[in-house]
Structures are given as structure tokens and as C-alpha cells.
């Protein structure tokens, strides 16, 4: 779960966002799993995607890569990539995200 929610949570992030509708995706979210403090749990994982996405980046390639050889088309693990680069040469989702990061 720990996994696929840094992978997931940029993405969801940054969809809400964009539609001005950040607040209620996670207050819905926190209300359907009222243990987690959601909202800093997102900007916690957004700004690990920054700094690690370049490393992480290679390792779903290695992943992508894997799958392929073992005949699966890796289509998650290359999207994954994607937005991993993504993240690391823009850091176009930090300001508006998570205002005051650098």
C-alpha cells in the first residue's frame, strides 16, 4: 500500500489541484480512512517524488525492463517512469502543491 500510494498520490494530487478541487478529494479520502492525517501524507509523498524521482525513475525502467524479458507488457511501470522524470526535471507541481517548498 506504502508503495503504490507514492506512486499514486502525485498523480491524484495534482489532477485535484488542477480542478480546484484538492480539498475535497482528500477530505474524502480522510474520511474514509480517518487514521491518516491525508493532507500532509500528500504533500509529504509529492515532495519525495521530487527529490527521489530521477532514482526512482531508473528503477521502473530496470522493473519495465524485467517485466518485458519475462514476456508482460509493463505498462504501469513505464507510466510510473513517466511521471517520475516528469517530476524530477520540473518541479512544476511543488510551488502550487505544497506552497512554500522550494
Do not use: C
Amino acid at each position: 500500500m506504502s508503495k503504490a500510494w507514492k506512486r499514486f498520490s502525485p498523480n491524484l494530487v495534482l489532477g485535484a489541484s488542477e480542478f480546484g478541487a484538492e480539498e475535497r478529494v482528500l477530505a474524502s479520502i480522510q474520511q474514509s480512512f480517518p487514521g491518516i492525517q491525508w493532507k500532509q501524507l500528500a504533500d509529504y509523498m509529492v515532495n519525495r517524488v521530487v527529490v527521489h524521482g530521477a532514482r526512482r525513475a531508473r528503477e521502473m525502467e530496470e522493473a519495465a525492463e524485467m517485466l518485458r524479458s519475462a514476456g508482460i507488457e509493463p505498462i504501469m511501470a513505464e507510466a510510473t517512469a513517466r511521471r517520475q522524470d516528469w517530476a524530477a526535471k520540473s518541479n512544476a507541481m511543488i510551488p502550487k502543491i505544497i506552497p512554500g517548498l522550494p
